[in-house]
């Protein structure tokens, strides 16, 4: 019975711990080709294919160890390479090499970041002599919310904390059984370490260790001799790492110190004006040192500072206190009071110190629960609560940290929003870390580089240049904030103010801020745009939602209440495999959301959940339905994003995406959406549902005061359709500069009223119609066009057949849009030059954008700078119509006449 019992927990062990490393690595390779926007990952690549057929790197002193560790994988997996490229003559063929090192480097980087945690757990595992508090330490490693985040980069800090706990489990062994040749293993693999990553070097202080604890007991050996044989194999495993040392010694040397004395020059740009103050750089230090440990969280700190107690009561951890303990002790002196900065990376240098208090914590609290004693045990089992809180904190904050990199990158939803949206005539400022700088393609053409936009501040200032600015917010400030305070300094702080004055946000893009926020993460900035401030002159302000352009996208949609009315909307399709839309944004949206769903010409039934309810929707054809999704008072989650999944179920008659999914925030946004792509009676149905109109439901012909307008509600109706009549009629008598419309000056609402590009291609052929009496072609753009008059411009450029009669007899071209309906025709343009044509795309309902380009002879098409745009004013008339018309004329009426006694 007792071998069963020892047999079942050996394999509750292994099976905890294969779980604990799969759900680390897992962590660690989710999002991990993300795209190549670290600023330190091309350098890496290039040092990666240079050492391949080099021994070192020779730009710079840099620790190779890393190299040396992946050279054999970058063989076994692309093989070895030829001479570098010419700089500025890079293929193809190149560029698709750099991205197989990239993505290679970052798995490899990953699988150590896992074997780590089992190296934590072997060691752990080696000092408790159980296999509990190894699992404890594992743990405490592999779902550290920085190491994971940081292995989903091309960069040598997962090499550092794998070989720092090899180094660490070598002295741990030798300590076990003071072996004489567990000296030089460790001191070899110690010095491999310290190559590379060099603050590794204060390693080297365990070479002395058989000074102290001497050699195996029966052993004739002198402590002294293999004190210095450890030494020497110290050194050699530096060597092997860095042969540079041995192959050009004084240019190491020589190199090191330039280069030292420029990483450690930049302490005067870390800490600003108090450079040079008594403390100032120490304050610093460790003012970001605070904070990158309290964005671990309160509970696993709580639960470190109990096992560091717990591991000076208990006489065998106390033994390796020197392995353990040492090296982040001396690290911590290093960093703060000799090291130029501290950055996120350098606090893993503790990691040993955390997953060794892990252990110790779960070690005092089992054996207090073994004990007889009703006190100890209640002891032992609040010292296992805390651990087991602290796991699943960090648990939660690794995966928000992980799932960072499984989105797209704020800054690709910035790009490709504004170059689908802005009026290209207007300048963007871009601040450092908001483009996608790396990657071919820009924003929009008329960029001004800011860096940060309040430098540029005042007369003659760059800021001037620009119309709107594509600000970072959590880009780092560096030499900006008082080291003793922690504000900004004066100048920056009046800079950063008279930026916002001048500046207002327009519209975001980010997850919601992690718990972690103080720390700076290479993907997925938090992006705001601004825009300058209107002038305060007397406007006139309507609330009213628009009817606008609805793009249909399979991507993962983000929405943020932050200028959600700007620009055109956004849906995705649904099938049975499901679409996800996520709410982001600088703060957590407390109310509820509204999704509205709506079909085309086959109806379907769709599942939705989000925000910890969820719901089972039938929609008509044609039609619309808006689901309110209130959170309840639970509002953790373990991703950074607030998602919402909606899918066809079966009863659905098709798969072929003609469902769609968009979001609102406020009522009256899902009762317009309902009613505009729907109809009346389903807006009717959302405000019974709601409880936003009981009184016109139930009044019948005599509840006269129900039937005058929807009441204001605590749900946040805010105006009937008789307010928003009037309120649009006043703004058909402004002009766009004097009204704001839903909190945005028509000025800015007009830069963004447009979708440019709106043809899928750019070049096309005239094929034989079905009639063959004449060639055609269609195209268009993925995006619905509600009811209305919408203009559209674009240059066209024709190439003729051979034998086609001469410019003055040029052939007829016609462009049609819905139904058929002619929107413009001409002569053809002549061969080689570009004509500009202008014309308006008219439908009564919501239809897709497309347009039908015909013409009596075969012919090539090219266009350029096709918009589509939707002018305050015709939006305005579009949206007067919806509200008195219904858009199915079957229904008799819109919305007006619902619910007003009589219409308009």
Known sequence: MNQEKQGLQKLFVIASLVAILAGGLGLRLLGSGWPPLHPDEHKLTKWVKRTSIQAFVTDQVYPNGFFVMFRPIQWLAVGRLDKPPTPGAASPATDNLDRRLLLLGRAFNAWLGAAAAFLAFLMARAIFKSSGPGLAAAWAVAFHPFFVEHCHYLETDAAMVFTLFLGLLAWTVYLSGRRRWAIAAAALLSGFAAGTKFTS??????????????????????????????????????????????????????????????????????????????MALFMHKLRWLGKYLAAWGFVPLLAWAAGMTLWFRTGRARHFTAVALGFPALFAVFLLFKAPWVRMQETFNLLPAFAMAAAALLSAALALMRSGALFRRALGWAGAILLILAGLTMLRASARRAELFAWQD????????????????????????????????????????????????????????????????????????????????????????????????????????????????FVNPELTLYGRAPAPIP?????????????????????????HSLGAAWAAPLTSKGATAAIGGPMDHPG???????????????????????????????????????????RGRWAPFESIHARTVSGSRHEKGRTYLTLAFTPDEALWLTHWLGSRMKALEFMDQSGLNADFVNGGTNGRRGMARLRATDHG??????????EIEAALQASPESIVINGIDGRTFEDFSRINGVLATNAFSLAPGPDGAAYMCRTGFPALMPPGNWPVRLELRA??????????????????????????????????????????????????????????????????QAEVSWPLRGQLENARTLIEESPAPREGGGLLNACIPHPI
């Open 201 to 278: 070097l204060l390693l080297l202080p365990l070479a002395f260790l058989p000074l102290i604890h001497g050699i195996e007991p029966k052993g004739r050996g002198r402590p002294w001799a293999w004190t210095i044989a450890g030494l020497a194999a110290f050194a050699a495993g530096f060597a092997v790492s860095n042969i540079g040392l041995v192959a050009e010694t004084e240019w190491f040397f020589d190199r090191l110190a330039a280069d030292s004395a420029g990483t450690f020059g930049e302490s005067r740009e870390v800490v600003g004006a108090a450079f040079g103050r008594p």
């Open 410 to 521: 704020s800054r690709f939803a910035a790009g490709e929003w504004l170059k689908l949206h802005m009026n290209t005539d207007r300048a963007l400022g871009l601040e450092a870390y908001t483009k996608a700088q790396y990657l071919p393609g820009t924003p929009v053409p008329n960029t001004v580089h800011l860096g940060r936009a309040e430098d540029h501040m005042g007369p003659g200032g760059r800021i001037g240049q620009s119309d709107y600015v594509l600000r970072n917010e959590t880009f780092p400030d560096r030499g900006r904030f008082d080291p003793f305070t922690g504000r900004h300094y004066m100048p920056f702080e009046e800079r950063r103010m008279a930026f916002l004055r001048a500046f207002r946000p327009l519209r975001h893009w980010s997850p919601c801020p992690p718990e972690d926020e103080a720390s700076f993460a």
């Open 539 to 563: 406007t006139l302000c309507v609330a009213t939602p628009l009817p606008r352009p609805i793009i249909i996208t399979a991507k993962p949609l983000l929405f943020s209440p932050i200028g």
């Open 592 to 634: 509820p959301v509204y999704a509205v769903i709506f079909t085309e010409n086959e109806p379907a039934n769709v599942k939705i959940t989000g925000r910890g309810g969820g719901a089972l929707v039938q929609v008509a054809q044609w039609s619309a339905v808006a689901v309110e999704l209130k959170r309840g008072a639970f």
């Open 717 to 726: 109706f805010r105006r009937s359709a008789r307010q928003a009549h009037a």
């Open 799 to 864: 190439s003729p057949p051979a034998g086609a009669p001469p410019d003055g007899g040029r052939a007829q071209l016609s462009i049609a849009g819905p139904g058929g309906a002619v929107a413009w025709q001409g002569p053809a343009p002549a061969s080689g030059e570009w004509q500009a044509v202008v014309f308006t795309w008219a439908s009564k309902s919501h239809a897709p954008f497309e347009l039908l380009l015909s013409a009596p002879v075969p012919m090539e098409i090219e266009c350029r």
